[in-house]
């Protein structure tokens, strides 16, 4: 698929990936990043237009949206191009290019197999086409089909544990199953009923606290957790040309791709829940006072893992017509984009306060057990105090008018002057919708504190200037200066110059210097205050001294 060619291009480093999303909430997208400048500075482009951007993050465009069987090249421009691209193309432009005219019928499937299990991918695509363009048409579609299977982490031996003690490395989690509990002024942080017996293997082991002063049960995720998601990809493309009286052509290209991530994490961990006395299940501990409760901390085993599901749907219509007219050789295009984008809960996301209810049995609640297998009553209860069904969606919307025309004025040693001009319009709207009521009773989702809706638009107008000067065989002169105009910040102008020297077929001397402005995303401009918590201890003097609370 596109994220795996565009691994294959040297400049490409960092960017986000598919599997990104098995612990986040990025929409499901992978996005390029050329030089590690960031997503939002390296420009993605199919046959040389844009694509509307992710509305989950509006950074970029989500390279699990491009039609990927009618894509036969690659182009990248590793260098600043804002001059001529735009603000967010500081790090440089890739373009998936398709076929220009297809007239044969086609079919592939393939399937690869790893070695050790897990991750296995199967793909089928369909292509057919009709006409001679030379002799007044052609039209052109393919579909593809792709599904990646799932890997948990313990599949392979690199991620089996999240715990490496001989390499200094401890990701292992205090929220465990069975529960780790304390009662202030009795029993201290990390008793647990399995202690002794080793925490129940594997997936909760015995280990030190990361000062290494106490030893207790530990949640090790991995044995949960899919490193890499299913993902299932199905996309059509579709592309007619249509040659006009004269030296002009139109032509209208449409896709429509959905990107479908099934992701999978532990199960949930739920800290401050208080079990009384009364419970059948308080613990068997004489150090406790029987009179008062006590507090555990607990990984909701016996309800699965969290699973969850992000959804993109995005499509494309561009219409364009290209010719000669008094020696200027033009393209008008019109284009309009549309991405839908959400994201559901499948799995594993208790209710916080029916869980709270469980611990006590309170309101007509089973008492639940969070130190061993639940009653028939107790997993009903779990199972059926879910927060499940769709938690967020977004939409994103991109609409643009561009023209362009070039020529040579006149003639050089090393050949002909050209001059190029380009004029854009551009709209771009993004919505971003949180069900905050819902995810605020899953306390475990992360999601309660991002806002319950984001939403901006503006609008784009910007204009472009180039000249490519051949002052001598093999050695050129450029030069370019791009204004871009923004309803929301302001204006950006930036320049570029260029230099190509090739001396013979073997040697080629190139270089530039720009300058670029990245233009603030949609998300950056609009999106709500937000609140997270960090993911690891901290040293506070006054309330957590050396990263323990007291």
């Known amino acids: 698929n596109a994220e795996q060619a565009v691994r294959f291009i040297?400049?490409?480093?960092?960017?986000?990936?598919t599997s990104g999303s098995v612990s986040g909430t990025n929409g499901a997208a992978a996005y390029a990043s050329l030089r590690n400048l960031g997503e939002q500075r390296t420009l993605v482009l199919l046959n040389g237009k844009r694509i509307v951007s992710n509305p989950f993050s509006s950074v970029a465009v989500d390279l699990n949206t491009l039609p990927i069987s009618s894509i036969v090249k690659v182009e990248v421009?590793?260098?600043?191009?804002?001059?001529?691209?735009?603000?967010?193309?500081?790090?440089?432009?890739?373009?998936?290019?398709?076929?220009?005219?297809?007239?044969?019928?086609?079919?592939?499937?393939?399937?690869?197999?790893?070695?050790?299990?897990?991750?296995?991918?199967?793909?089928?695509?369909?292509?057919?086409?009709?006409?001679?363009?030379?002799?007044?048409?052609?039209?052109?579609?393919?579909?593809?089909?792709?599904e990646s299977r799932p890997m948990l982490g313990t599949a392979r031996d690199f991620s089996a544990t999240s715990y490496l003690p001989e390499r200094g490395f401890n990701g292992l989690s205090p929220t465990t199953f069975p529960a780790n509990y304390t009662q202030t002024g009795t029993v201290p942080l990390g008793a647990n009923p399995s202690l002794a017996q080793g925490c129940q293997a594997p997936?909760?082991?015995?280990?030190?606290?990361?000062?290494?002063?106490?030893?207790?049960?530990?949640?090790?995720?991995?044995?949960?957790?899919?490193?890499?998601?299913?993902?299932?990809?199905?996309?059509?493309?579709?592309?007619?040309?249509?040659?006009?009286?004269?030296?002009?052509?139109?032509?209208?290209?449409?896709?429509?791709?959905t990107n479908i991530v099934t992701t999978q994490i532990a199960p949930s961990p739920e800290a401050g829940l208080s079990i009384p006395p009364t419970s059948p299940y308080y613990p068997n501990d004489p150090r406790l006072d029987r009179t008062r409760p006590v507090s555990v901390s607990w990984r909701t085993v016996p309800l699965g893992p969290r699973q969850g599901e992000q959804e993109n749907v995005t499509q494309r219509l561009v219409g364009s017509i290209d010719g000669v007219v008094s020696g200027w050789d033009y393209q008008a295009s019109i284009l309009w984009s549309k991405a839908e984008v959400t994201n559901t809960f499948l799995n594993g996301y208790p209710m916080t306060q029916a869980l709270r209810n469980g611990a006590q049995g309170a309101s007509g609640a089973p008492y639940l057990n969070p130190f061993g297998s639940q009653s028939v009553e107790g997993l009903q209860y779990?199972?059926?105090?879910?927060?499940?069904?769709?938690?967020?969606?977004?939409?994103?919307?991109?609409?643009?008018?561009?023209?362009?025309?070039?020529?040579?004025?006149?003639?050089?040693?090393?050949?002909?002057?050209?001059?190029?001009?380009?004029?854009?319009?551009?709209?771009?709207e993004m919505v971003y919708r949180t069900d905050v009521p819902k995810v605020s009773q899953a306390a475990s989702s992360g999601l309660a504190g991002s806002g319950a809706l984001r939403e901006g638009s503006r609008d784009v107008s910007a204009f472009v200037a180039e000249v490519v000067a051949p002052i001598a065989k093999g050695f050129e002169l450029g030069t370019a200066i791009r204004m871009d105009s923004y309803s929301d910040f302001g204006n950006a102008t930036n320049p570029k110059f260029t230099l190509r020297f090739q001396p013979n077929e073997f040697i080629l001397f190139r270089g530039s210097a720009n300058r670029g402005f990245a233009a603030p995303t949609l998300t950056q401009l609009y999106a709500p205050q937000a609140t997270t918590f960090t993911a690891t201890r901290y040293n506070d003097p006054v309330l957590c001294p050396n990263g323990n609370v007291s």
Not at 396 to 424: H, M, Q, Y
């Open 10 to 17: 040297t400049q490409q480093q960092g960017g986000t990936v």
């Open 77 to 146: 421009l590793p260098d600043g191009a804002s001059a001529i691209y735009g603000t967010d193309a500081i790090a440089g432009v890739i373009n998936f290019i398709t076929h220009e005219t297809y007239n044969k019928t086609s079919a592939d499937v393939q399937s690869q197999i790893t070695q050790h299990g897990g991750g296995n991918t199967y793909s089928g695509g369909f292509s057919f086409g009709t006409g001679e363009l030379t002799k007044g048409f052609n039209v052109f579609g393919g579909f593809n089909f792709r």
């Open 203 to 257: 997936t909760s082991i015995r280990a030190p606290e990361a000062n290494g002063s106490v030893i207790r049960c530990f949640a090790d995720t991995q044995g949960f957790t899919n490193t890499i998601p299913e993902q299932t990809q199905h996309s059509l493309f579709l592309k007619g040309s249509y040659l006009l009286a004269g030296d002009h052509k139109a032509s209208a290209e449409y896709f429509r791709s």
């Open 382 to 428: 779990l199972t059926q105090n879910q927060v499940l069904g769709q938690v967020q969606d977004g939409v994103g919307e991109l609409r643009s008018v561009f023209l362009s025309a070039t020529r040579p004025i006149a003639k050089l040693a090393g050949g002909d002057l050209n001059v190029a001009f380009a004029a854009e319009s551009r709209a771009e």
